[in-house]
């Protein structure tokens, strides 16, 4: 009888925990009701433009989240962070920034703050930040360099982690 089981490790990619949107969602959702519970004694000066700022700001995260989303299904590779990667992608956007979908959401965050106001939210921001990369970005570049151990190096000497 032969066992068709191996013992050869599974890949189970960067093993993130938590979608990686959930951290950016959950501080703004906490900083606009900390506005409203506890409001900071600091006036945001508001005008006009300012939600047309924060709109485009909003939009233009959107923009590059689903552009790295997009490259990554066109690359044929896992999309989400933990399912192990088929493929170092470093075309398209990611030519130009290592996490444009991290940077996506962090400039979709901070058109929130400029459209509202919310001080809270912009400081929660750093905390949300330093979550997304030591639990997301660097188990995934971790992972990345177990499995594409010289053409990650090279690329990520090339290519900056943000901008």
Known sequence: ??????NAPRDLGPAVRFPPPLPFAFAFLVGSVLDRLVPLPVVVP???????????????GVALVLTGVFTF??????????????NLVTHGIYAYTRNPMYLGFSVAY???????????????LPFVLIGIVTQVIHREERHL??????????????VRRWV
């Open 73 to 86: 299904r066109r690359a044929r590779t896992a999309v989400y962070p933990n399912r192990p990667a088929r």
């Open 46 to 60: 508001r005008a006009a433009w300012t939600g047309a700022v924060g709109a485009g700001l909003f939009f233009a």
């Open 145 to 158: 360099r177990e499995r594409f151990p010289d053409e990650f190096a090279e690329y990520s000497a090339r």
């Open 110 to 124: 901070l058109g929130g703050v400029v459209a509202t106001g919310s001080l809270w939210c912009l400081l929660l």
């Open 1 to 6: 009888m032969t066992s068709t089981q191996t």
